[in-house]
């Protein structure tokens, strides 16, 4: 598959430059370190936050830490998307005769993120056995479930910034709020904020469908089985951020020379 | 092969003041300039014809370009190239040409130029002896052979903009746009490639089209020329006509009278 020749293509430059790629591996690990201790002491000070013990929290954190890092690693193009078209590379994507998107996915990969989800996984890990969950197969499977559901939620909120730039290059900041704003968010379970803030992140930016509320299955908290599959909305978020991208193509105006 | 029919652009340029202050009124207030890149642009191309593309900077000669391929969507008019509208069938109408942007590259600049022909094969899905053929040919004919294996950062200039050309053929398109393909180039390099594309045209019957600024790539490949100015085509037709009714030696001189008499 041509997605797979362009990963290769995107390792063999990165393996040109290795120190370069150690430092940087490096530097995510200890993020996420850092980040994750902090919250440790929380709660080795105040037990537990609004009725979620800390194994819960970490399996919040550690599901949307994954998420967070895969989207980071696979879909970086569309999080550099802005300078993509600045340098007027956006040219050379449409000069070939293969889709915007697989262009854009293939043509940046940050490994070094995965560093990032060597951690998440070890939260998880924390998480699978402090939270005193009775894991069975379909718990299981809806932990996974998440993962991938946000992985594909924060791709698609990726897709909708990038596709803002063909349109204006300019002030693009304000997508931060709702990507790095959000995911810190959603490290914690939505019960914790106020009313309007959990309704945002659930109908407008799904981020409680991939965590909060298939949590609540999980923990017990609902027998309900439908949270369950609270997940797959994803897909149903992914079509308009796709058809989005796909007018913003149509309305790209390159630049001059 | 190309037939453009009244082809009309026009951007919205935002206008902006000197100054911080004014950088901060724009944040509020924007106003925009309506610039005509291209205005009812008429001209065809046949089959195998090289055509030189001329007129000075900001004449709308890199937009006509990018509507050729496909990568504008014109306000107006029709452009026909290959049977194609190019920006609406784009996948199919990019696969039959090579396009080549002289200041931007193509290929990866990390890794060693005969990689990034193998990834552009797999993206044109060439088949392989396809491929092979054209490597082969491309190879001797453009003398590739010493830094196929070296990485696109290391190569000089000219070493570069072969492998472009090169690149931009290797799945054979039957239509070539080289903007300005010779720029920044030594007198050798020039040479080489002048000599190249003459040699592809006169064997495959390959179109192309090209702008530059360099007269002796004009007058080294093709007597017909297209000037274009402020977006509109002046002068449609022979350079040797030209060069006769101006009776200057220079081909330089004679494109400064051109430019001076269309006021450009």
């Known amino acids: 598959m041509i997605y797979f020749k362009y990963l290769r293509m995107v390792v063999k430059s990165m393996l040109q430059y290795r120190a370069n790629l150690v430092l940087l591996t490096i530097g995510q690990l200890l993020s996420v370190a850092g980040y994750f201790a902090g919250i440790a002491l929380l709660f080795a000070r105040f037990g537990s936050l609004d009725g979620w013990s800390f194994g819960e929290v970490a399996l919040c954190f550690g599901v949307v830490t994954a998420a967070w890092s895969l989207t980071e690693c696979f879909a970086r193009g569309f999080d550099v998307f802005q300078s993509t078209v600045r340098r007027g590379e956006f040219d050379r994507v449409l000069l070939r005769p293969r889709g915007t998107i697989l262009q854009i996915l293939g043509g940046n990969f940050e490994f070094t993120r995965l560093a990032k989800l060597l951690w998440a996984f070890a939260v998880l890990g924390v998480g699978v056995t402090q939270s005193g969950v009775e894991w069975s197969a379909l718990r299981g499977l809806t932990l996974a479930l998440m993962v991938l559901s946000g992985f594909l939620i924060f791709s698609g909120v990726f897709i909708l910034g990038a596709s803002v730039c063909f349109w204006t290059v300019e002030g693009l900041e304000f997508i931060n709020i709702f990507t790095d704003g959000g995911r810190e968010l959603a490290a914690y379970p939505l019960t914790i904020y106020t009313r309007w803030i959990r309704r945002f992140f659930t109908f407008i930016l799904p981020f409680g469908c991939f965590n909060y509320l298939p949590l609540l299955y999980v923990t017990g908290r609902s027998a309900n089985g439908l949270y369950a599959l609270t997940p797959l909305f994803a897909l149903a978020f992914l079509l308009p951020c796709l058809l989005m991208w796909r007018s913003g193509v149509r309305h790209y105006q390159s630049t001059g020379n | ?264």
């Open chain 2, 1 to 264: 092969m190309i037939e453009l029919k009244g082809v009309g652009k026009t951007f919205k340029v935002a206008r902006r003041g000197k100054g911080t202050l004014a950088a901060l009124q724009s944040l509020f207030h924007r106003q925009y300039d309506l610039v005509r890149a291209l205005d009812s642009v008429s001209f065809r191309v046949d089959e195998g014809e090289i055509v030189g593309y001329i007129g000075p900077n900001g004449a709308g000669k890199s937009t006509s370009i990018k509507v050729m391929s496909g990568i504008l969507v014109p306000d107006e008019g029709d452009c026909e190239i290959m049977g194609f509208a190019p920006w609406k069938q784009r996948r199919e109408y990019v696969r039959q040409i090579g396009v080549v942007f002289g200041q931007r590259t193509q290929l990866w600049w990390d890794v060693p130029i005969i990689d990034s022909f193998e990834l552009l094969r797999d993206i044109y899905s060439v088949p392989q002896p396809e491929y092979a053929r054209n490597l082969e040919l491309l190879t001797q004919t453009m003398d590739l052979s010493a830094f196929l294996r070296t990485p696109l950062r290391q190569l000089s200039l000219g070493q570069r903009m072969r492998a472009e050309i090169a690149a931009s053929l290797l799945h054979s398109p039957k239509l070539l746009f080289l903007d300005e393909p010779t720029i920044g180039l030594d007198a050798p390099s020039k040479l080489a490639v002048r000599q190249f594309i003459r040699q592809i045209n006169a064997e495959t019957k390959l179109t192309v089209l090209l702008t530059t600024h360099d007269m002796n790539d004009i007058d080294a490949l093709t007597d017909r020329i297209l000037l274009i100015g402020k977006g509109k085509i002046l002068y449609d037709g022979a350079f040797s006509q030209i060069k006769q009714r101006s009776g200057q030696s220079a081909v330089e001189e004679v494109i400064a009278e051109l430019y001076r008499e269309y006021a450009l």
